[in-house]
């Protein structure tokens, strides 16, 4: 399926307040894109009634942004809780999830209660998650403070925890009411996390738009200063790029998972590492060098394909060589990605794309994998 | 809404194999009820491919029903594997959940895997809920050993676990691919718990059809020693009303709470005294005699029908006098009660009836309750 050419074709100057649409049917709802707008009360009107609003965030971003949420948040809900949980990947498990659930039933929280995701994407995958099973269902809004959840986690409705034994393995599909991306929450990002977020931009353009990978490549510079309007546009077009995948493939049974290049080796790096060790950009950044590596000897590709994208991916300050997981690497590498939840009767599927922003999910032999992490492993 | 008036008017002539349908859009699925049925392959034709089928029961299940229907799943799927968990409701928890998440994960199912809940009410909801988590939703199908499954739990796609602050408070609707109701399982039920499963069937009557009250007082007797057509209608009956409410009503936005006569008082009963003191439909038996004292008070019913609702409460060998919970009782069942999933912006709503089988959710004050509460406990 052409993804590409169920785009809208809105030019590329920034918009500031704009607004992407993920049409969902009755899920559908609005990402909306703005500066400095986390504050201001009236981004929050329309929303549904509700006694409480609970505020999730962590420890992290708490001190830069809950208080001016909470403001913006009073005039509508007659009370708002706040919930602050650790920051990072490593605490992406059930005891942080509960921590949740303890406060909202300590609080006598109704199924009316608003849940917002004030954070990364851990804050928005666990408060989603919550979202779903709290009560079987309570509504929530995600308000992204990264550029990684900007621009892919908090759009599509994937939330999820991770399991000893797998990341995101237990979740559920669970779409927001509304998507707000302020984006002068950027400005505070840590360089690395911000680099981790880019690795996200930049998958949009081999699955789906080249001239988007070549807006990258020419906006690299302007991107990493953080300049308004090459953030406000790069927001922009990654979530059109995801809300027309999601529009049409909301559950993952087929095309949505071309949102996952790079993502399968990515996760194996997480998970041989130990969640946290890497970011998670960082591990999608390098797991897309492999997984071109992987396309070129299937032969969908060039050389010059797969040095064009590590190079850009090494310009958005990414890793691209893939760590030693043990001693018996390949095999390490293939026993954790046969836990990936593309996996289907045992065999590893990859996504794998051409140089025509086309992708597909493919199963792939053991030992052409193999070969490739080899070749890709420091 | 008028939920008698939307069934279908199939005679009581018991009929083995017979098939309710639950008409939720693409969501639909059969409810097949007959004898014997647990053990046949052919029970289990037409379920989706997949690579394994996951047992989960329980340790009280097992040794009776397991071997059986691993054997007729075979045919069905390469691979049959089984999750044995701990008996009884004070195992309804993250722990015991997360039994099922080791074992999946250990044995690397892929999101295909169809999930098999072989028990009671218990291992529905939390086989349930594992299906609707694991991998963000894997197939699954209920196969209810008892008589409460059978007609109450196993239908309509409730899942959850227990919280220490309230039951079944994280959970998620998510619904089964069928659910098959073998009534040759019913005649190993322990007395206690075929009179628990009573009080779910008796409850049908007074919210949606007063002939089915009528012709359970007939067949009460029937019904305790397990007579083969009785136990057939009741169970036809009891998942025709459901299906008939889930249907207009899939996720509790209204009607559906109608199914929750008796709960609220039964849910504080059985959070009171600590999950498992007293069986869930042992509370909820008790329960209906609290909600048809409190209907009363509100000149709904009159205080003969709360007379024969009790009568055919204690025929059924269920408990009709509330057990005392604290020294200050009824500020303990309020405060329990205020938890109530339906409770909304701290007041508590409560299944009302009339005598005509209508019932409605209705807040009522705690003054009033308060009344019910000193009028029913022991």
């Given at each position: 399926m052409d993804v590409a050419a169920t785009l809208s074709t809105a030019g590329t100057s920034p918009g500031f307040l704009h607004r992407v649409t993920i049409d969902l049917g009755e899920r559908s709802y609005a990402i909306d894109i703005g500066a400095e707008v986390l504050g201001d009360p009236g981004t929050w009107a329309g929303l549904p009634r509700a006694a409480t609003a609970a505020i999730v965030t962590n420890d992290v971003v708490a001190p830069l942004y809950l208080s001016r949420l909470r403001s913006a948040l009073a005039p509508h809900f007659p009370r708002v809780l706040d919930i602050v949980l650790p920051d990072?990947?490593?605490?992406?498990d059930w005891p942080t999830l509960n921590r949740i659930f303890d406060a909202l039933l300590t609080h006598a929280c109704d199924r009316k209660t608003v849940l917002f995701a004030l954070g990364g994407g851990v804050i928005g995958d666990m408060t989603g998650f919550a979202a779903a099973c709290y009560q079987r269902g309570v509504p929530f809004v995600q308000v992204p403070t990264t550029l990684l959840a900007q621009v892919d986690s908090s759009v599509g409705g994937k939330t999820a925890i991770n399991h000893p034994l797998g990341k995101n393995m237990i979740g559920a599909f669970y779409q927001p009411l509304r998507v707000v991306c302020d984006l002068a929450t950027l400005a505070t990002l840590p360089a690395r996390e911000f680099s981790a977020g880019l690795a996200e931009v930049i998958k949009y353009g081999p699955i789906a738009d080249p001239a988007f990978l070549d807006w990258v490549e020419d906006r690299m510079e302007a991107l990493r200063a953080r300049e308004p309007s090459a953030l406000a546009y790069a927001v922009r077009r990654s979530c059109e790029i995801k809300a027309a995948v999601v529009g049409q493939d909301e559950r993952e049974s087929g095309l949505r998972a071309i949102l996952n290049f790079g993502h399968t080796f990515g996760h194996a790096i997480e998970a041989g590492l130990g969640y946290?060790?890497?970011?998670h950009g960082e591990a999608v950044g390098c797991g897309m060098v492999m997984a071109a590596t992987l396309s070129q000897r299937l032969g969908r590709v060039s050389a010059d394909y797969v040095q064009r994208l590590t190079r850009l991916i090494a310009a958005a300050g990414l890793p691209t060589r893939a760590p030693r997981l043990a001693d018996d690497n390949a095999a390490r590498y293939l026993a954790l990605m046969r836990v990936d939840k593309k996996a289907e009767a045992g065999a590893i599927r990859f996504i794998v794309v051409d140089e025509q922003g086309h992708a597909e999910l493919c199963p792939v032999p053991d030992a052409v994998v193999a070969e490739v992490i080899d070749a890709c492993c420091v």
């Open positions: 990072g990947e490593a605490h992406k946290g060790a890497w970011l």
